[in-house]
């Protein structure tokens, strides 16, 4: 037996928290008593969302419920495991073909759903009903390689690498100098390699899927370029702008400013070849802890004392120290 429902959303606020609840009539024959489903769901994206509700037989002492990813596909083959306790008492089990699991205990603090290239998800049981999950699909990185004029870099070579784990994926630019690297499982960070001819590589880390990872080749003798990300990688986000001051090493005096890009990037031209700088960047708008950062390694400091300094002629990456968010 089967049977479909719709709802249109098209009065439904955007960013609200709803929750869909279906259960058995009351007046159903105790013969057929199922688990009430409930979850919790949120329309923010605008998409459409389709969502499954299984009803499972009520067995006294079972938990059950379905695995799938976001578009509402059963997963098979899905890594289930409940655990309770400070001992972590656990059990495990694996969906079916139709991506349901069943846990033969209900004591559970917490279950856990896992499944190749997807990221794992937590669930908090709390009253009756089937505990479902909605795993995110696998994710990619793309971006461009140019040259300091802009334009595309052909056959680069891009390497993709794991931070946590062997995995690794290799592609080349096409023509125009875009890459694109699809299939990256969703829960993990990267960095991500360019290797140009006769360049040293460019390296950005703590990415993840989703980012777009864009690199510049080359450099003029009296110029100076880079990117601004906060500490996990991220690109400034709409709505913030950063601001670099550039110092002589040895004066106090600023001798240059510029604005990073939407994307983050920023160029510094008519530079002394022979003097070393302090940068500092500036981020307006944002929750960063600390907006104003010198540039060292591995993050940006509050202190001019702890400052690295730039030569003309490098690409500097600036990773500031705190999130854009604040948190």
Not at 198 to 208: A, C, D, F, I, Q
Not at 248 to 259: H, I, N, R, S, W
């Given at each position: 037996?089967?049977?479909?429902?719709?709802?249109?959303?098209?009065?439904?606020?955007?960013?609200?928290?709803?929750?869909?609840?279906?259960?058995?009539?009351?007046?159903?024959?105790?013969?057929?008593?199922?688990?009430?489903?409930?979850?919790?769901?949120?329309?923010?994206?605008?998409?459409?969302?389709?969502?499954?509700?299984?009803?499972?037989?009520?067995?006294?002492?079972?938990?059950?419920?379905?695995?799938?990813?976001?578009?509402?596909?059963?997963?098979?083959?899905?890594?289930?495991?409940?655990?309770?306790?400070?001992?972590?008492?656990?059990?495990?089990?694996?969906?079916?073909?139709?991506?349901?699991?069943c846990?033969?205990?209900?004591?559970?603090?917490?279950?856990?759903?896992?499944?190749?290239?997807?990221?794992?998800?937590?669930?908090f049981?709390?009253d009756?009903?089937?505990?479902?999950?909605?795993?995110?699909?696998?994710?990619?990185?793309?971006?461009h390689?140019?040259?300091?004029?802009?334009?595309?870099?052909?056959?680069?070579?891009?390497?993709?690498?794991s931070?946590?784990?062997?995995?690794?994926?290799?592609?080349?630019?096409?023509?125009?100098g875009?890459?694109?690297?699809?299939?990256?499982?969703?829960?993990?960070?990267?960095?991500?390699?360019?290797?140009?001819?006769?360049?040293?590589?460019?390296?950005?880390?703590?990415?993840?899927?989703?980012?777009?990872?864009?690199?510049?080749?080359?450099?003029?003798?009296?110029?100076?370029?880079?990117?601004?990300?906060?500490?996990?990688?991220?690109?400034?986000?709409?709505?913030?702008?950063?601001?670099?001051?550039?110092f002589?090493?040895?004066?106090?005096?600023?001798?240059?400013?510029?604005?990073a890009?939407?994307?983050?990037?920023?160029?510094?031209?008519?530079?002394?070849?022979?003097?070393?700088?302090?940068?500092?960047?500036?981020?307006?708008?944002?929750?960063?802890?600390?907006?104003?950062?010198?540039?060292?390694?591995?993050?940006?400091?509050?202190?001019?004392?702890?400052?690295?300094?730039?030569?003309?002629?490098?690409?500097?990456?600036?990773?500031?120290?705190?999130?854009w968010?604040?948190?």
């Open positions: 037996m089967a049977g479909r429902y719709l709802k249109d959303h098209e009065y439904v606020r955007d960013k609200d928290i709803y929750v869909i609840e279906a259960s058995i009539p009351y007046e159903a024959p105790e013969s057929i008593v199922h688990i009430p489903f409930t979850e919790r769901i949120s329309f923010a994206n605008e998409n459409d969302i389709v969502r499954d509700i299984l009803l499972l037989r009520n067995y006294e002492d079972v938990i059950c419920g379905k695995v799938c990813d976001t578009v509402g596909n059963p997963i098979s083959g899905a890594h289930v495991e409940g655990q309770r306790g400070v001992h972590w008492q656990r059990q495990e089990t694996v969906t079916g073909d139709d991506g349901i699991y846990l033969d205990q209900h004591w559970y603090e917490v279950i856990i759903a896992t499944a190749p290239g997807h990221a794992p998800q937590e669930r049981p709390e009756d009903g089937a505990i479902n999950f909605y795993l995110e699909l696998p994710g990619l990185i793309s971006g390689v140019r040259d300091i004029h802009g334009a595309g870099l052909g056959s680069v070579p891009v390497e993709i690498v931070e946590s784990s062997d995995y690794m994926r290799n592609t080349l630019t096409d023509e125009d875009h890459y694109l690297v699809d299939d990256l499982p969703a829960d993990d960070h990267y960095t991500v390699i360019a290797y140009a001819d006769h360049e040293e590589p460019r390296s950005e880390s703590r990415r993840r899927t989703g980012d777009e990872v864009n690199f510049v080749f080359g450099q003029l003798p009296d110029g100076m370029s880079g990117i601004v990300t906060d500490l996990e990688g991220h690109r400034p986000p709409e709505g913030v702008r950063v601001i670099g001051t550039v002589e090493e040895a004066g106090d005096e600023c001798v240059m400013k510029t604005e890009n939407i994307s983050g990037e920023f160029d510094l031209t008519d530079l002394s070849p022979d003097v070393g700088y302090h940068l500092r960047l500036t981020a307006y708008g944002s929750d960063m802890p600390v907006s104003a950062q010198w540039h060292a390694e591995p993050h940006g400091f509050k202190d001019r004392a702890d400052a690295e300094t730039c030569l003309p002629g490098t690409v500097v990456t600036f990773r500031l120290d705190g999130l968010d604040g948190k």
